[in-house]
């Protein structure tokens, strides 16, 4: 009775029950696996919160499930405004879109909601007034420095830190203190009157890191702050069961609180989901693994995606490649399947960290750009640089046949040419094509073992015969060759290496050397149809100006 008593002061305005709750939100008709990503509203979408919730998504679409949009902004400190719309965005561009949950910043859809949890808030306090009844929760009035000073008292004998068992102090504190403590208006928080004491162990089946045990939690955990909002623990807890999440997917970060997990939905006596716990996204720093860093790395940021012109598609298959190391096998026997089509399965994901690495990225990367018809190619740079490379852009749309042309060669062979990871890489291989930079470009390079007179020397004789109406790169080849051969140059390595002195190199250095005039460059792609690219007039000028 005095228990009701309690419960009634501190939450005077709850009248529902979790039996109420349970039966607003019965179980869901879906028997597959529902799944949701459950971001703080921050406004910094992390590379591992694509990670994860790309996890999530496909679980739920695989199975024909459903995957929702929960927002935890219990912490309002922390929130940014715009961010659940950048949210939805970002995971939008992904590929993914919630089945259920936030739609916008007030808005919504599903019948389990609200998915925003500072508008839960009477929902949590139901189930944290019934604990209090049931004496499995209670106010806690210590202050900041009465938790400073059992935490050095616990440290300085060499005990576990926190609040629990005999530290306690408000955990057995008689029903009327309490309430006189209230009514005298002291602050207090929510605790957990944790049935654990710290010596049986739990066994427990994640389906990411397999079975694992740890000691049952003791601790009184807060379940309800002071100002009235629950934490992370609390909330996921009466969520997930009212939401009926049957995987929640996340973080391994959240391993280390899973025994406070468990024991809460014992205590809540509510049925508990299966966890997955994702290995966190690290990167090689020298020798060593380190956590992706908000703070130093740059690709942490799914905006550097974006900056550096990734397309999509591509940093969603290298995502996949991370979740499971089977999905580069799969590609290459499936090589036109939509990725989507891959089954991610959890029980094949890394146990131990995922590495996060930019030039495996890179790979996968030029593999799915060097297979993307030219005119994808041409029209995904074309839109990337209309936001982040104005000047190219304009160029390029002067030109767009020729960089058509450009981006279209060896497209159809069998090894395409795997020029671009990403459309930043674009600008450095074609900025001959353009006189504005051609002119000005200070960088020359010059094939092996021939020196700037030499390339000289050739490019003035060559000048003089040079015809742009041969209409095959066979026979421009053939035509520079007899012009080499005319002028001392070999075109038979054999022969080449056994009488160096008769000759003055071989036909590849004067190739090289119209090369170096024309693009400044050793190593271009097909120099003839650059040349058809460039167009008579700038060839020859670059033939006389060389
Ligand atoms: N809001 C938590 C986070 O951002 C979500 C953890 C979870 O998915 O339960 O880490």
Redesign the pocket.
Known sequence: MSLDKLANIIFPNITKTPQDYMAQYPPRDNPNMITRY???PTGFQHIGGVFAALVAQRLAAQSEGVFYLRI?DTDQKREVEGAIDDTIATMHKYGMDFDEGMTGDSTSKGDYGPYRQSERKEIYQAFAKDLIQKGLAYPCFATADELSELREQQTAQKLTPGYYGEFAKYKNLPVEQAIAKIEAGEPYIIRLNSPGDGTTRIEFNDLIKGEISFPENNQDVVLIKGDGLPT?HFA?VVDDALMHTTH?T??EE?LSSLPIHVQLFQVLDIKRPQYAHIPTIMKLDGSSKRKLSKRKDVESAVTYYDEEGYPIICVIEYLLNIINSTYEQWREQNPTADCTEFQVALDKMSKSGALFDIVKLNDVSKDIISKMPAEQVYELYMEWAKQYDQQMHDLVETKSDGIKTFFGIDKDTAKPRKDFAKWADVKPKIVYLFDEFFDNEQELELPKGVSIETARDIISQYKQIYDHNLTSQEQWFEHLKQFALQIGYCANKKEYKNNPDKYKGMVSDVAGAVRCALTHRVNTPDLFIIMQILGEVTVKHRLEIF
């Open positions: 459950a971001p703080s935890e992370y996921h929640v996340r973080g959240w």
